[in-house]
């Protein structure tokens, strides 16, 4: 299965912004080129975050906004139902994407309902694209068989340094799945790395943007998040750099398989 790439290559992350910081975060990230901005039902900033948008002159047409439905809210018709109250918060009729945020906690609502609200959802014109978000693979494979699966465009999952996380990576991309990566700087802790360090002097950058990078030179799709704007530039421009083979496989040994989200509602993992 081969599918267009629907999702632009970098976005904003809003995890843990709240009022003005949001507002702040998402206008200057919006006035320096970014048309991408990534938010959640659970991150309790919608209202923010679409009041960012509006105020900032962009047009709507021009943003592709994504929000994600709390596990919480899976059962029946609570995946409508949260998606309609994301909306109404981020003063929108539709949103470009909406993910399943986790995967049903020990399957107790079952994979077809809740994929089924999601993609009727999107038939109704409440979201563009449909999602998911922390699943494994034989999750990505279930998510795809149900009916509605086939409209999946991506799987958001951690993807950093210290966690590549390369199966579930190759298996979504092998099934024509846009991987996005979220906590692609390790949350700031790649600015301390040695490695990164040494790579970035030699680019004349910082060890984020070698992060930022190495992450988008494996085709997937970037949402860091900054409240400042030289980090927010920085982070943009880091789409023109190229590194070597060899920086390549440098980073890549630092992989750890070190798990930055993981809740006790979390599945069990591939490693
Ligand atoms: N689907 C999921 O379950 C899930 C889970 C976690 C996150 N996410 C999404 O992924 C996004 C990104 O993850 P994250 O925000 O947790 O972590 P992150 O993007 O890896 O790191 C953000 C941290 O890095 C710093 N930073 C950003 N750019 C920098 C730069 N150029 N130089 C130095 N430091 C820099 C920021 O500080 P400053 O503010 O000082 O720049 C902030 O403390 C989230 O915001 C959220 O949208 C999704």
């Given at each position: 299965?081969?599918?267009?790439?629907?999702?632009?290559?970098?976005?904003?992350?809003?995890?843990?912004?709240?009022?003005?910081?949001?507002?702040?975060?998402?206008?200057?990230?919006?006035?320096?080129?970014?048309?991408?901005?990534?938010?959640?039902?659970?991150?309790?900033?919608?209202?923010?975050?679409?009041?960012?948008?509006?105020?900032?002159?962009?047009?709507?047409?021009?943003?592709?906004?994504?929000?994600?439905?709390?596990?919480?809210?899976?059962?029946?018709?609570?995946?409508?139902?949260?998606?309609?109250?994301?909306?109404?918060?981020?003063?929108?009729?539709?949103?470009?994407?909406?993910?399943?945020?986790?995967?049903?906690?020990?399957?107790?609502?079952?994979?077809?309902?809740?994929?089924?609200?999601?993609?009727?959802?999107?038939?109704?014109?409440?979201?563009?694209?449909?999602?998911?978000?922390?699943?494994?693979?034989?999750?990505?494979?279930?998510?795809?068989?149900?009916?509605?699966?086939?409209?999946?465009?991506?799987?958001?999952?951690?993807?950093?340094?210290?966690?590549?996380?390369?199966?579930?990576?190759?298996?979504?991309?092998?099934?024509?799945?846009?991987?996005?990566?979220?906590?692609?700087?390790?949350?700031?802790?790649?600015?301390?790395d040695p490695v990164l360090q040494e790579?970035?002097?030699?680019?004349?950058?910082?060890?984020?943007?070698?992060?930022?990078?190495?992450?988008?030179?494996?085709?997937?799709?970037?949402?860091?998040?900054?409240?400042?704007?030289?980090?927010?530039?920085?982070?943009?421009?880091?789409?023109?750099?190229?590194?070597?083979?060899?920086?390549?496989?440098?980073?890549?040994?630092?992989?750890?398989?070190?798990?930055?989200?993981?809740?006790?509602?979390?599945?069990?993992?591939?490693?």
């Open positions: 299965m081969t599918q267009q790439h629907v999702i632009p290559p970098i976005g904003l992350g809003t995890f843990r912004l709240k009022g003005q910081d949001v507002i702040e975060s998402v206008k200057s990230a919006l006035s320096l080129g970014y048309r991408h901005i990534d938010t959640a039902q659970m991150y309790e900033n919608e209202a923010e975050v679409g009041q960012a948008i509006k105020e900032s002159g962009v047009p709507r047409e021009e943003i592709f906004v994504t929000t994600k439905i709390w596990h919480g809210s899976l059962a029946g018709d609570q995946p409508i139902e949260s998606l309609k109250e994301s909306l109404k918060k981020l003063g929108m009729d539709h949103v470009d994407l909406t993910l399943i945020h986790w995967p049903s906690p020990g399957n107790e609502v079952p994979m077809e309902d809740y994929i089924g609200a999601l993609n009727e959802a999107r038939k109704q014109g409440l979201t563009k694209h449909i999602g998911i978000s922390n699943f494994t693979i034989a999750q990505v494979n279930e998510a795809l068989q149900v009916p509605g699966g086939e409209h999946i465009v991506t799987n958001q999952i951690e993807v950093h340094p210290y966690l590549a996380n390369k199966k579930v990576v190759k298996h979504c991309q092998d099934k024509g799945l846009q991987v996005t990566g979220y906590m692609p700087l390790a949350v700031g802790k790649v600015m301390k790579i970035a002097k030699a680019h004349e950058v910082t060890p984020a943007q070698i992060a930022l990078a190495w992450v988008a030179q494996q085709d997937i799709v970037v949402i860091p998040s900054s409240t400042k704007p030289e980090h927010q530039k920085a982070n943009l421009a880091a789409r023109d750099l190229r590194l070597s083979a060899e920086e390549i496989a440098r980073i890549d040994a630092l992989d750890a398989g070190e798990r930055i989200a993981n809740p006790d509602f979390a599945p069990e993992w591939d490693v």
